[in-house]
C-alpha cells in the first residue's frame, strides 16, 4: 500500500474519501488488514503529510480510527476527545486539516457503549467533564420528549447519534471555513457510529 502523496491526495473526492474509510472498515471487520511496511511510511511522510480525512472520535480505547478503518501513517488525522464533542480546539484542528493539508472530509464518529454519553444522561459532574457532559446535554430536551418512556440504556442509544449530528452541525455553524468549503463541495461533513460489539461503523450524512 502506497502512502499518500500530494498528487494522490488532490485526486481523491470527498465521495472517494467516504468510500476509502468505508471499504478499509470492511477489511478490519473481515480481518484482512492491507499489509504496509509502517518503516518505509515513516520516511516517505518525514517531510510532508497528505491525509485525505479528518476523523473526531472518542478517546475510548476501543475506537481507535487508524485501525477501524484499516489506514496506515500519513492517510487521516485522527482527533480524539471524550464523547467526540466540538471545541475551538478541535474547530481550529479540523480548520487546519482541510484548508490547509487538503483532507477531502471531516468525519463525527460516535460509537456504543460510550462512557461520556452514559455520563452525560445520568447528569455526572466530575471535575473538568462537565465541559464535556454539557455539551452532550443540549440533545437530552429532544430526545426526553420523543421517548418519556423509554429506559436509560435507550436513551444513550438515541443521544448517541443525536450527538454525533450535533457534532456535524456545530462544525458547520462554527466554521466559517469548513461551510465554505462544504459549500464548494471541496470537502463533506458526515457522521458514523462505530459498533463496539461488531467492528463496524454506520455512516450517515445530515
Known sequence: MKTLNKEAQTKI??????DL??????????NLKIN??????????SDSQHPF?????????RTS???????????????RIAGNVIN????????????????????????????????AVNNVDLGH?????????????TINKSNPNSSVEDICAHVTKENVLQGIKDLRTSSTILA????????????GLYDVSTGEVAFFEE
Open 36 to 45: 504496509r511496511n509502517l518503516l518505509q511510511q515513516v520516511n516517505e511522510t
Open 65 to 79: 480510527a487508524e485501525l477501524v478503518f484499516d489506514q496506515g501513517l500519513g492517510d487521516i488525522f485522527s482527533i
Open 21 to 30: 474509510l468505508r471499504h478499509g472498515n470492511e477489511r478490519f471487520i473481515k
Open 180 to 191: 465554505a468549503m462544504e459549500h464548494n463541495n471541496e470537502i463533506k461533513i458526515v457522521g
Open 13 to 18: 473526492t470527498p465521495s472517494d474519501a467516504i
Open 88 to 119: 475551538e480546539d478541535i474547530l481550529g484542528s479540523a480548520e487546519f486539516g482541510c484548508k490547509v493539508v487538503g483532507a477531502k472530509i471531516v468525519l463525527v464518529l460516535g460509537h456504543t457503549g460510550c462512557g461520556a454519553i452514559k455520563g
Open 53 to 61: 480525512a479528518v476523523i473526531i472520535s472518542c478517546m475510548d480505547s
Open 129 to 141: 467533564l462537565h465541559f464535556i457532559t454539557r455539551k452532550i446535554q443540549r440533545c437530552l430536551p
